[in-house]
């Protein structure tokens, strides 16, 4: 699956996860049999959960490094949030789209059953040579040459080859939109709970009253700082004139 551009250039450690999840996915579907996938979606979740069960434990630990400040009840809640997340839009959005894709993929994408495929491919360069043929003898297309059968002809040869090649690159793009969208939901809710969540028991502590006297106290130390700082310049200042009336009066009583 290539790498998503549509997130920010520096994606948070939990939208990576998602994307590592998702390749995760792609790099185990061809563990998925014809029976299970004959059996319908609710046989392929099975297949996927089993994995993103695996992998959950290393997000749950992502949650904590990520959040330290929230508490355990907290860190639980997002958490359990971000599992039902994954349990009822991420795995069934993913199995939707891979079923679709893994039957197409494993008939070479095409039509017909595989003892088939030569006949289908065969068909396609006909076609081919049948649209060549109508574009010499139709008067509104300036083409008269009969060597321009040849190339319809390898165009529909190779038609099957090129629908091959843009069912990969449309299942590429569904994956992409997939990861952002989760990667974004995923975002919002580590916002709000960064936010509004429960913080742990030392910063729970630090109430508005206590924060504000230790302002205050800080205040005190830099205004004391600054009149010390202040004493200290007037003091040099009036060492300094006393030396200056000093030199002045030497030099008069010179004169």
């Not at 390749?23 to 049999?33: K, M, V």
């Amino acid at each position: 699956m290539r790498r998503r551009r549509a997130l920010e250039l520096v994606p948070s450690p939990l939208e990576r996860y998602v994307d590592t999840l998702i390749q995760s996915f792609e790099d185990r579907r061809n563990g998925l049999t014809e029976a299970t996938i004959a059996a319908g979606e609710d046989a392929c979740q099975r297949f996927f959960f089993e994995i993103y069960e695996r992998e959950f434990e290393r997000l749950r630990r992502l949650f904590e490094d990520e959040e330290p400040h929230l508490s355990e009840s907290a860190l639980a809640s997002w958490s359990d949030e971000i599992d039902r997340l994954f349990r009822t839009v991420v795995i069934p959005a993913y199995v939707r789209l891979a079923m679709r894709f893994t039957s197409r993929e494993r008939n070479d994408f095409y039509l017909t059953r595989s003892s088939l495929h030569p006949v289908e491919r065969i068909g396609f360069a006909l076609l081919g040579m049948v649209i060549g043929g109508f574009v010499l003898v139709a008067p509104f297309i300036p083409i008269w040459q009969r060597e321009w059968i040849l190339p319809f002809m390898l165009a529909g040869l190779l038609f099957p080859n090129l629908r091959a090649y843009l069912a990969i690159r449309r299942y590429e793009a569904e994956l992409n939109r997939l990861v952002v969208s989760v990667g974004r939901e995923m975002l919002r809710l580590e916002q709000a709970y960064s936010t509004y969540g429960e913080p742990i028991g030392e910063l729970k502590a630090l109430t508005k009253p206590r924060l504000v006297a230790h302002a205050r106290s800080a205040d005190d130390v830099d205004d004391a700082s600054a009149l010390k700082t202040g004493d200290e310049v007037d003091d040099r200042r009036r060492r300094g004139r006393d030396d200056l009336e000093k030199r002045i009066l030497e030099q008069r009583k010179d004169d």
